[in-house]
């Protein structure tokens, strides 16, 4: 995530950017996220097969690979909070609200990303 804060009022005359090159910078993501969302997801097939071999289950579509990175991020952007005398709490759950008997919808989706 980057700002143009527009020209510097100082003697040192205007800067030339402040955008970063690095897309792994600029959009936020924890590189872990990405090395590991795949075997998240390997976690969950895995899960979702035997819990669909039992007669009667309903369960949840499988998350893609960007949302289980997409909370991975927020999990980790989350835990650096308690450095700042925070306790981080965080509870996500990766499922549509058609599976679930009271969803809480928000008439703006929430963005993860650390502010």
Request: hydrophobic letters at 40%; glycine letters at 6%; aromatic letters at 6%.
């Amino acid at each position: 995530m980057t700002a143009d804060l527009g020209p510097r009022t100082s003697d040192l005359g205007p800067r030339t950017s402040n955008v970063c090159k690095d897309k792994r910078v600029t959009t936020g993501a924890y590189p872990a996220g990405r090395a590991v969302a795949q075997r998240v997801q390997d976690h969950f097939i895995r899960h979702l097969a035997s819990a669909g071999a039992s007669a009667g289950v309903v369960t949840a579509p499988l998350p893609d690979l960007a949302a289980i990175e997409e909370v991975i991020e927020a999990g980790f952007w989350t835990s650096l909070r308690r450095e700042e005398v925070y306790v981080p709490k965080i509870s996500i759950a990766l499922l549509p609200p058609a599976y679930t008997t009271h969803p809480l919808l928000f008439e703006r989706p929430l963005s993860l990303q650390p502010h």
